[in-house]
C-alpha cells in the first residue's frame, strides 16, 4: 500500500518561503510521478508541480513558475516543493499525489493521495 506523508506547511507572510516535503513508502515500481495539488477554501483541486522519478522531468503551473521549484531524493524516496515569493492566493491546503509512470497534471490520473497540508500566506 503507498502512503504519503506531507509536512512542512504554516503560516508566512506574504514574500516568504516554505518548503514542503511528501515522504513516500510502499511503492514496487522505479518509474513514477509525485504531484503536488492545492485546494484553497471554496475552489476545486489544480494541481501546482510534479516530476518524474527517473528523468527528473517536471511540470509547473503559470501561477507559481519561477517562484515554487520540485525536486526529489530518491533515495530518501521524498518530494520537495520549495515555495519563495509566496502570495495570499497561495493560501491553500497542499496534497501530494503518487501515480505510476509519467508525470501527468490531471489529477485523476493519481492513485494515491497524502493527507494534505496547511500553507497560510498572510500578513
Known amino acids: 500500500q503507498v502512503q504519503l506523508v506531507e509536512s512542512g506547511g504554516g503560516l508566512v507572510q506574504p514574500g516568504g518561503s516554505l518548503r514542503l516535503s511528501c515522504a513516500a513508502s510502499?511503492?514496487?515500481?522505479?518509474?513514477?510521478?509525485i504531484g503536488w495539488f492545492r485546494q484553497a477554501p471554496g475552489k476545486e483541486r489544480e494541481g501546482v508541480s510534479c516530476?518524474?522519478?527517473?528523468?527528473?522531468?517536471?511540470y509547473y503551473a503559470d501561477s507559481v513558475k519561477g517562484r515554487f521549484t520540485i525536486s526529489r531524493d530518491n533515495a530518501k524516496n521524498t518530494v520537495y516543493l520549495q515555495m519563495n515569493s509566496l502570495k495570499p492566493e497561495d493560501t491553500a491546503v497542499y496534497y501530494c499525489?503518487?501515480?505510476?509512470?509519467?508525470?501527468?497534471?490531471?489529477?485523476?490520473?493519481?492513485?494515491?493521495w497524502g493527507q494534505g497540508t496547511q500553507v497560510t500566506v498572510s500578513s
Open positions: 499525489a503518487y501515480r505510476p509512470g509519467s508525470i501527468a497534471t490531471f489529477l485523476g490520473k493519481y492513485e494515491y
Open positions: 516530476i518524474s522519478s527517473s528523468d527528473g522531468s517536471t
Open positions: 510502499g511503492f514496487t515500481v522505479d518509474y513514477y510521478a
